[in-house]
T-cell receptor, first 115, second 113 residues
Framework: DAGVIQSPRHEVTEMGQEVTLRCKPI?????LFWYRQTMMRGLELLIY????????DSGMPEDRFSAKMPNASFSTLKIQPSEPRDSAVYFC?????????????FGQGTRLTVV | GESVGLHLPTLSVQEGDNSIINCAYS??????FIWYKQESGKGPQFIID?????DKRQGQRVTVLLNKTVKHLSLQIAATQPGDSAVYFC????????????FGKGTLLTVNP
């Protein structure tokens, strides 16, 4: 397995534009997590899914952010409209061991820059 | 709110020395702790974890110590190698059915050859 695959690796967009980040979890993993990493706030959990169902989205900053998981092999994180303060690295992670969250595998991340 | 924090933002060691990275947590309800390693341009990578019913756990060249009395967590790396250079994060989970992890800000470990 190639691991968790995220695309794009880098995204530069203008303020106000819609941004869609994509994630393919490891096959067989039933948990999927979206994180955001910034220098100021570190790593923050935005939302996580179990068996494609959103379980906790309390970390989603505001209504401009939305996440979907239409099937077990694909998830998206959308920001609309994007703002400069959304600039960060966004990570997707997946796991199948519900009692060992540390075993979650992270993707390489998407570096988002909103200008 | 309660959060996970680190004592040292940077640590520089010589190759072959042992490294100790510290972490303080304030949520007494946390029952599961993890150390991650993040290399430049990559996502965090699991190193070792420990549950609150333990005070020590060993892996390959790494040991995690948990002191619940003072809410302190440490990661010890034996015979540190240049490949160990990275940012290290501790993370905690407050238990229950909520699988959210709270991450510390990280410590940058630099290993000098």
């Amino acid at each position: 397995d190639a691991g968790v695959i995220q695309s794009p690796r880098h995204e530069v967009t203008e303020m106000g534009q819609e941004v869609t980040l994509r994630c393919k979890p490891i096959s067989g993993h039933d948990y999927l997590f979206w994180y955001r990493q910034t220098m100021m706030r570190g790593l923050e959990l935005l939302i996580y899914f179990n068996n494609n169902v959103p379980i906790d989205d309390s970390g989603m900053p505001e209504d401009r952010f939305s996440a979907k998981m239409p099937n077990a092999s694909f998830s998206t994180l959308k920001i609309q409209p994007s703002e400069p303060r959304d600039s960060a690295v966004y990570f997707c992670a997946s796991s199948f061991e519900v009692n060992r969250l540390g075993s979650a595998f992270f993707g390489q991340g998407t570096r988002l820059t909103v200008v | 709110g309660e959060s996970v924090g680190l004592h040292l933002p940077t640590l520089s060691v010589q190759e072959g020395d042992n490294s100790i990275i510290n972490c303080a947590y304030s949520n007494s309800a946390s029952d599961y702790f993890i150390w991650y390693k993040q290399e430049s341009g990559k996502g965090p990578q699991f190193i070792i974890d420990i549950r609150s019913n333990m005070d020590k756990r060993q892996g390959q060249r790494v040991t995690v110590l948990l002191n619940k009395t003072v809410k302190h967590l440490s990661l010890q790396i034996a015979a540190t190698q240049p490949g160990d250079s990275a940012v290290y994060f501790c993370a905690e989970n407050s238990g229950g059915s909520n699988y959210k992890l709270t991450f510390g800000k990280g410590t940058l470990l630099t290993v000098n050859p």
